[in-house]
């Protein structure tokens, strides 16, 4: 019995020492991620031809150019480990191997993702890491892999914290600088604990196709701005835009994304997106938002009658300001701006709507609507979204 302590003991002693010592690497997500995952849209229907074809999109439609740069392919690339134990990727749907998936993306100016499991099988059936983390770890960085999303399926009696240090320790030691994602959806609050070892977190499960989900995902989010900043952010999951919402519901969806300093990472075939879904994803004021370096999330300051009023300070002294309109049809709302005076403890900084007067530019609309001097009437379409840059009038 006493050896059988004494061993517990040297367990948790090597696991604390673990924890201690693993270190992500830095400076790769000073703001939040931008790219595309896979899985959104094809799920597991993924191959080498959709891969390449949507890494020439990302440059021919102009969204490397606005800061898209990840090319993440989500489960199921997976083939069998080899004699060794070294993961392959599948010689049906990946026939030249992700190495060269990887050189051509870096080819091009953008970097390539992967997905694993820290369980014994993915999500999706296919071989998981457990047992095997740096051998993967090693792998793919032979492989030239840029970017990790770890998922938690198939994890019965596994510690998240270790399981998380472990990935994070065998990336380190394989040398390749690479972007940790956490995807345990929530369950474990990773937000306590991942800042060390993961670039971010996923918040919640699964996002679905459908606006009730996007305000789903939103409320969720109460309480956990205070865990994210430059370095490490809360990921309530991919876009849907350009998935089959309208046009109000995806420019709602991204405004909040990026109102939450959240991961941008694309989830529609941008092969084929139309104009209106190109300029959604494309406004780089938006964009600005949610890259702005200040890295602090935004608040949300109040709601009334379906709408609500959220505030995001910005690094120079500006503000984001949104309102959102959770119902299905258009209202009518006039902004008396001295209700919204507020200081956010966070950043330290005060809004003062008594004391200062800001300009406002329309971040959809790109045009400037004078100040906040005196009230402001204003309509808002239904499940759609109104968000101004406030900049200190001079």
Known sequence: MK????????????????????????????????????????????NEDIVKGTIDAMVETGLRDVGYIYINIDDSW????????????????????????????????????LYSDAGYKTCANYSGSLGHEYQDALQYARWGVDYLKEDFCYTENINPIGAYTLMCNAIRDAGRPVYFSICEGGYNKPWEWGKAISHSWRTTIDIQNNFESVLSIIDQQEGLRKYAGPGHW????????GNGMSVHEDRAHFTMWCMLAAPLILGNDIRSMNKETAEILMNKDVIAIDQDKLGVEALKFSSENGLEFWFKPLENGDWAFCILNRNKTPENYIIDWQKFNLKDDISQRSINFDTIIYNLRNLWTKKSEGNTRGKKK???????????RLSRKE
């Open 3 to 46: 050896h059988l302590f004494y061993s517990l003991i040297v367990i948790l002693l090597l696991c604390f020492y673990n924890i201690a010592k693993a270190q992500k690497f830095e400076h790769l997500a000073d703001t939040p991620a931008m790219g595309w995952n896979s899985w959104n849209k094809f799920t597991d229907y993924i």
């Open 78 to 113: 997976h083939g069998e480990r080899d004699g060794k134990g070294f993961i392959q990727s599948s010689p049906k749907k990946f026939p030249s191997g992700i190495k060269v998936l990887a050189d051509y993306a870096h080819s091009k100016g953008l970097k390539l993702g």
């Open 378 to 388: 204003i309509v808002i379409e239904g499940h759609d979204i109104l968000i101004w």
């Open 234 to 241: 809360n990921d309530p999951d991919m876009l849907e835009v």
